[in-house]
């Protein structure tokens, strides 16, 4: 276990424009960092909604790094609703994998993942939304409390903590997470949903690390992104 995960298997949802697929690649080499070569590293795709950024867009450059993705096969992988490969149930079973999920933040992304509700037994999984507050539909405590509330409803599961990756892609200052995470604050008032950690490039990490101590931070490496981004700063937006 690590300070950010304390389940085998995590769960990463979240809106889109959040960042979650920038959130879920990079959780699932902090994983293979701290586990080595003492235990297969796992990322599901399982995002039907989002066509444009998907983990599985990386396939090859993340098994050269060292992560084995289960998505789509072949050509279908690049297909918009394509059907996802048996073995995603294995691995939510074998104990010697660590796992990440990749999971759209709408209804229907949510929905996809309640297929495998069966498969995660309350108390088996960290499910962490992933939170920009500077996006539409996350923007204040009451969005994301209905949001919170549709994907429970759609994938029977139950979201156990927040990410807080609040950025303005290459204009992101170590303030802008500070704020974010005030907003984070009430929501974890209203809840009871502790942040899990918060997540942002390199070059701001120190500071967010000072101006935010009681939380963990998850340095971002981007592989997400869009032709348009430049900067060091960019925080994905997937």
Sequence with gaps: MNSLWHHRVSIITGSYGSGKTEVAINLSLAKRSFYGNEAIVSLIDVDIVNLYFRSRDKFEELAKRGIHVIAPAGDLRHA???ALPASISGSLHDTQQQVVLDVGGDPAGATVLGRYQADLPEGSYDMILVVNPYRPYTDNVDAMQRLISAIESKSRLRITALCNNSNLMGFTTPEDLL????????LEVRTGLPTAFVSCVPAIAPAVSVMLPNVPVLQLGLYMLP????????????
């Design 80 to 82: 918009d609703l394509p």
């Design 179 to 186: 704020r974010g995470q005030d907003l984070l604050g009430e």
């Design 227 to 238: 032709p348009w981004a430049t900067g060091n700063n960019y925080a994905g937006e997937v």
